[in-house]
């Protein structure tokens, strides 16, 4: 007898064929596995379950976040579950601009009240966390927010002008389900603006004991305070780059020299957000690392200098970081780059290199950053 199961967006279909019980696993309107026998019908539809659910275990390895899913999750759930126009269109305008009010999303679905946003885009969300078992952030006065599963919201109570960040897992699986192209983004969302061209310009200077974006994919700061400064004046999109403590016992050969570039989110959270957990635990195994530099900010995606071409930054930059004053600064809550030598980073030979939680591909090319 054939049977029909939905389970975690899928449709299982059991039934006998040719003598056999068999199950077989559709979804978008094609079958996505090869089909499954065993003794009984329900047998060969627990193992269907199985790999779905074996399927869902892998893809959810790498979430920074219990609110947030991994880029294949999101992409999993805009293949396989048909979205409403209202939805697709306030994702579209999101992922193009990055951050928007809930006004500007409700007006993206052609809706004039902020309501519209609040109701339907958390309804999204509740749907996408319900199906992979993520856990919306709670509020003032709501238990479960669960915009949260979508965007990272600003400070305060939901107005018409609340502001909200789209999660770069979300804008990653909106391209891997071919509904936004990744052109749109680059250009409108992740860098609205070059941060060179600003004014001031929007690229600051940092220092580290290295560069590991793989596993470090925030800056961090060692106290809220320090990072709330260094938000006051940062815009989402802004380069922040990275050189070396002249006292760094990790990478001694790289003390002094500018090693590096990261594009920041500009949303706060802790290391333990931005790191994977075996990275997270061993920086606190370190007694150098534990418990510093946990006030973090997002990176999305980041470039390492070319090993030949790591200028001494106090030789490259003198006006930005050649004083004591500078390092302090530079070291607690970052110093943005005097405007006559910030474009000259433009000149340097970069790679960029896999960001956790944001950008996962790259070109190993050499270019001009």
Known sequence: MRQEENHRGYLIVGDVRNGKA??????????????????????????????????????????????????EEYADYFRLTPLADYERAMLQAHARAGTLTATELSEAAGWQDFRGANRYYGELGKKIGTRFGLTPKEGDYVDEIWTTILAEGADGIAHAHYRWTIHPEVIDGLIQANIIAP???????????????????????????????????????????????FLEDFNPGGIVAVYVTSTSPHSPQLRGRLVGFL?????????????????????????????????GVQAARAWKIEDEHRPMIDEFV???????????????????FDASEARGLLDLPVVEVPCFGGRRTFDTTPEPF
């Open 22 to 71: 068999q199950a077989a696993i559709f979804a978008g309107g094609g079958q996505v596995a090869p089909r499954f026998t065993a003794d009984t019908v329900e047998e060969a539809m627990a193992d269907a379950r199985q790999w779905v659910d074996n399927s869902h275990a892998v893809k959810s390895e790498g979430r920074r976040a219990p609110n947030i899913g991994t880029a």
């Open 318 to 336: 003198p006006r930005t970081a050649g004083d004591p004053s500078s390092r302090i600064a530079i070291a607690r809550y970052c110093k943005r």
């Open 183 to 229: 052109r749109h983004v680059r250009a409108e969302a992740a860098l609205p603006d070059d941060p060179f061209d600003r004014d001031p310009p929007d690229v600051w200077l940092t220092s580290a004991w290295g560069f590991d974006p793989h596993e470090w994919g925030f800056i961090g700061f060692s106290s809220e305070a320090d990072r709330a400064r």
């Open 263 to 295: 594009e920041l989110t500009g949303q706060p959270g802790t290391a333990r957000d931005f790191m994977p957990d075996d990275a997270f635990a061993r920086k606190e195994a370190d007694p150098g690392m534990a418990g510093r530099w946990n006030f």
